[in-house]
C-alpha cells in the first residue's frame, strides 16, 4: 500500500506489540494519509538543547548511571533520548516526550528510555534510580493522549517504557471470564487474541483500542460495554513498590499450591484487609506489572441515535437519562454529544464548516448539519441494548417512550443511515471492538493536538447546566471550539471536552493551557471536580480537593515518603511530590500559565 503516497504500510501486530490489526491495516493507513495532508510542521526540527539530565544530576553522574543500567539490561535495552523528537501518530507515537505537547517540544522530555524484560527487571530499575536518585516514570504503551502521553512530569526523568518487552496475554481463562495482562497488551491485542482463541467472550474497550488495558484501568478510563467501568472491573494486581520490593494484591496475595498463582486472584477483588488495589490507581506509589480484568461473556446488542432539536432540551435530556439509568434499563454508559461532533467525526477540517477566525457559529453547525444524516439538531445521544431480541425490544420501547417526551426527538438504527455514519463504529465499540473511527477528531486544525477536560457533574439537569455554561463561556473567551462528549450515569457525568489546538500555534496552546486552568478554578469553586487530568494539571486539579485544609493531600504526601523515601518514582505525578521535590518550585498552580521552564533548571550540557 505504501505506493499511494510514498509512506511506509503502518506497524502491524504481527511486527510490533503497538501496532494496528491487520483487520485494520487499510484504515489506519488512510487515517494516516488524512492527517498527515494536514500537517505543515516538520516531522522532526533538530533540538535546541541537549539531553534533559534529570534534577540534580550531573553529566558525568548521568553517564556513570546510564552505562550502569546497561549492564543489569544490556545496551539494546536503554536508550539515551538525544535524538531529533518526532511527535508521529497514534500508531507510531514517541515514549520520549509528550505527542500532543502544550508547552515546548522539548520541555516535557526524557532523559533516556528503558524496556525492562520481566518484573524481575523493573525491581532492577527501580533499585537503580533508588541508587542514583534519579527520577524513573512507567508507561504501559504512552498512549495517555490528552493526558500527557508519555512525558515524565519531571523534565529529565527516565521513562520505564513497560510495555516493549512485558506484553504478553498471560491468561485467558473461558469459564470465570477474565484475563491477566501485562502492561504493553492493548485493547487491539487482547481483542485479537480472544478472536484467536475463539472464545464467547468480549473485552471492554474505549473509543480509540491503541491503549495499554492496565495502563488505561490505572488512570480510571472508561468503555461501553456494560463492563466499562475499567477500575471496577479489575480483579488483582502485581505491583513494583518503589523500594523493589513485590507485592500482590486480592486474593492473589495468597500463595496458590505448589508455588502457583492463587486459583481466585482473578475471581474475588477484595479479598481480606485493606482494600490497597486503589492507592496505586492515579498515584505514584507502585508500578503495576500484572493486573487481571474481569471479560463479560458475549451478548447481543443493538445500538442507536436519538437527536434533540433544541439546545436548550439539555436539562430535560440528562433528567430523563438518569432513572433510565439508575433503573439500568440503558445498557452501558451512553454519550450524548454536541451537534457540532456529528461534523468532527466526519474527518473533514473546520475550513469546511467555518470561514474566519474564532470558533464555529451555532450558524454555522445548523447549516452544515443539513447535509449530514441525522439533520439539523442539537443534541445526540448514542445507547445501546443488550440481551436476547425480545429483551432489547422491550428495553427499546421503555427508551423510546422516555425520551418522545421531548418535542422534536428522532430515532435511528444503524440501518437507517449510511455505512460512513459513525453510529456503526459506536455500535462495534460498544461491543468492545477496538478501533480507530475517533482519530478523526484530529483532522479538525492542522498540526492538530487534543487535551481532555474532564470533570464530573451530578446527573441532574440544572447541575449539569450550570458546567455546561461555565465550560461554553470558557471555550467563547479564549476562541476555542467546544467539543463535549457526555458520559451519563445514573448519578453522575463525566463531562469530557476535548479541546483541540494546532501544535504549531504557540498562541492556541497558552490559550488551551488558560482555558484549562480557569475552567478547573471555577469548575471546583462550584464543587465540580475532575476525575482525570494531564500532567501539567494535575497540581492544580489534586489540590482543589481541599477538604479539611488539604487533608488527602497530606495523606498521600505519608504514604509517598512512607514507601518512595528518595522521591524516584513518577515525582508529581497526579499532584503528589515526594519530600525531597516538595516546596521547591516544581508545583504548577492557577497561575502558571507559561511553562517553557519546567521545576528548578538543571543546567544543558
Ligand atoms: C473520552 C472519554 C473519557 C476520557 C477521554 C475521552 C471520549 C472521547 C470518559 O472518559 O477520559 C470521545
Redesign the pocket.
Known amino acids: 500500500m505504501a505506493e499511494h503516497n510514498g509512506l511506509a504500510p503502518v506497524p502491524s501486530l504481527d511486527e510490533l506489540h503497538s501496532g494496528a490489526p491487520n483487520r485494520l491495516a487499510r484504515e489506519a493507513w488512510e487515517a494516516r494519509s488524512r492527517l498527515f495532508s494536514h500537517r505543515s510542521l516538520p516531522i522532526s526540527s533538530p533540538r535546541h538543547h541537549g539531553i534533559r539530565l534529570p534534577p540534580d544530576t550531573s553529566l558525568e553522574k548521568f553517564e556513570e548511571a546510564i552505562t550502569a543500567l546497561q549492564g543489569k539490561l544490556g545496551n539494546e535495552n536503554v536508550k539515551v533520548n538525544d535524538k531529533a523528537l518526532v511527535d508521529g501518530w497514534y500508531l507510531e507515537h514517541p515514549n520520549t516526550h509528550d505527542a500532543f505537547h502544550l508547552v515546548d517540544q522539548e520541555e516535557l522530555v526524557c532523559s533516556a528510555v528503558v524496556f525492562p524484560g520481566s518484573t524481575e527487571e523493573v525491581q532492577q530499575v527501580v533499585r537503580w534510580a533508588n541508587q542514583y536518585e534519579i527520577p524513573i516514570y512507567p508507561i504501559s504503551i504512552g498512549r495517555n493522549l ?2 500527557g502521553g508519555a512525558a515524565p512530569r519531571v523534565p529529565g526523568s527516565v521513562v520505564l517504557d513497560l510495555g516493549r518487552r512485558m506484553h504478553q496475554v498471560l491468561s485467558l481463562d473461558a469459564q470465570n471470564a477474565s484475563c491477566v495482562v501485562e502492561p504493553g497488551v492493548t485493547y487491539f491485542k487482547l481483542y485479537e487474541e480472544v478472536q484467536r482463541r475463539g472464545l464467547p467472550l468480549w473485552i471492554d474497550t ?2 480509540l483500542g491503541g491503549g495499554s488495558v492496565l495502563g488505561n484501568a490505572i488512570d480510571r ?2 468503555g461501553y460495554t456494560p463492563y466499562g467501568d475499567h477500575w471496577a472491573n479489575h480483579c488483582g494486581m502485581e505491583v513494583v513498590l518503589p523500594n523493589g520490593e513485590l507485592l500482590r494484591t486480592g486474593m492473589g496475595a495468597m500463595p496458590g499450591p505448589d508455588g502457583a498463582d492463587n486459583p481466585t486472584w482473578q475471581s474475588f477483588q477484595h479479598a481480606f484487609g485493606p482494600s490497597v488495589d486503589g492507592i496505586f490507581s492515579q498515584s505514584n506509589f507502585g508500578i503495576v506489572t500484572k493486573m487481571g480484568f474481569h471479560l463479560m461473556p458475549a451478548a447481543e446488542s443493538q445500538s442507536y441515535v436519538f437527536t434533540f432539536p433544541e439546545d436548550d432540551d439539555f436539562e430535560n435530556i440528562v433528567d430523563i437519562i438518569r432513572p433510565l439509568a439508575q433503573q439500568r434499563i440503558l445498557g452501558n ?1 451512553p ?1 450524548l454529544r454536541h451537534a457540532i461532533q456529528e461534523l468532527n467525526i466526519t474527518g473533514r477540517p473546520k475550513s469546511d464548516f467555518h470561514t474566519g477566525p474564532g470558533p464555529l457559529t451555532r450558524e454555522d453547525v445548523t447549516a452544515a448539519s443539513k447535509n449530514l444524516p441525522l439533520g439539523p439538531c442539537a443534541w445526540v445521544f448514542y445507547g445501546t441494548q443488550y440481551g436476547p431480541p425480545e429483551s432489547i425490544k422491550a428495553q427499546l420501547d421503555v427508551v423510546k417512550a422516555a425520551f418522545s417526551r421531548i418535542p422534536g426527538s428522532c430515532f435511528f438504527l444503524p440501518e437507517d443511515l449510511p455505512p460512513s455514519h459513525y453510529l456503526h463504529d459506536r455500535a462495534k465499540v460498544c461491543m468492545g471492538i477496538p478501533l480507530l473511527r ?1 482519530l478523526d ?1 484530529l483532522n479538525w486544525v492542522p498540526n492538530c493536538a487534543h487535551l ?1 477536560f ?1 470533570p464530573i457533574a451530578p446527573t441532574r439537569g440544572r447541575d449539569a447546566r450550570i458546567i455546561h455554561d461555565i465550560i461554553t463561556a470558557a471555550h467563547k473567551r479564549h476562541g476555542f471550539d467546544l467539543f463535549p ?1 457526555l ?1 451519563v450515569a445514573g448519578r453522575e457525568i ?1 463531562y ?1 471536552a ?1 479541546v483541540l489546538y494546532d501544535r504549531s500555534d504557540a498562541d492556541a496552546k497558552r490559550r488551551a493551557v488558560k482555558l484549562m486552568r480557569e475552567m478547573i478554578a471555577e469548575c471546583a469553586a462550584h464543587g465540580f471536580g475532575e ?2 487530568t494531564h500532567l501539567l494539571f494535575a497540581d492544580q486539579v489534586a489540590r482543589t480537593y481541599s477538604w479539611g485544609d488539604q487533608a488527602l493531600m497530606r495523606f498521600n504526601e505519608s504514604l509517598k515518603d512512607a514507601l518512595d523515601p528518595n522521591g524516584i518514582l513518577a515525582p508529581g505525578r497526579n499532584g503528589i511530590w515526594p519530600k525531597r521535590f516538595r516546596g521547591r518550585g516544581w508545583e504548577l498552580g492557577a497561575g502558571d500559565i507559561d511553562m517553557d521552564k519546567i521545576g528548578p533548571r538543571t543546567a544543558y550540557p
Open positions: 490528552g493526558y474505549p473509543d478510563g472508561v454508559i454519550q475517533e477528531w481532555f474532564s462528549t458520559c463525566h469530557i476535548n476525575y482525570r
